[in-house]
């Protein structure tokens, strides 16, 4: 089972990146896929989950500038990032896992993650 993080890079603050995470190896059917972040130092961070029939669930923070959406044929999330923060900088990192509703936000709810992929955003 893998998970294939990409799409990050550095951007100016106020710009945007879309970053994509393909699963493969087995089927997702019914699995929630969420996005996390770490910065340096800190812990990792909930970002956004999209559960299997697609109700989306996003941290305070993200809420109105980030939009997470999924390809259930393609077995595929995606994080639309758009009026970057520098603050925002991370290394972004998705998971994906059979979750009850009220673990969403937990990072080790969930089964299978990714290798992260790098976002820097400059002032």
């Known amino acids: 089972v893998q998970l294939q993080a990409s799409g990050g890079g550095l951007v100016q603050a106020g710009g945007s990146l879309r970053l994509s995470c393909a699963a493969s190896g087995r089927t997702f059917t019914g699995y929630t896929m969420g996005w996390f972040r770490q910065a340096p130092g800190k812990e990792r961070e909930f970002v956004a989950a999209i559960r299997w029939a697609y109700t989306p669930y996003y941290a305070d923070s993200v809420k109105g500038r980030f939009t997470i959406s999924r390809d259930n044929v393609k077995n595929t999330a995606y994080l639309q990032m758009t009026s970057l923060k520098p603050e925002d900088t991370a290394v972004y990192y998705c998971?994906?896992?059979?979750?009850?509703?009220?673990?969403?936000?937990?990072?080790?709810?969930?089964?299978?993650w990714g290798q992260g992929t790098l976002v820097t955003v400059s002032s």
């Open positions: 998971g994906a896992g059979n979750i009850i509703v009220s673990a969403t936000r937990f990072p080790t709810s969930y089964n299978y």
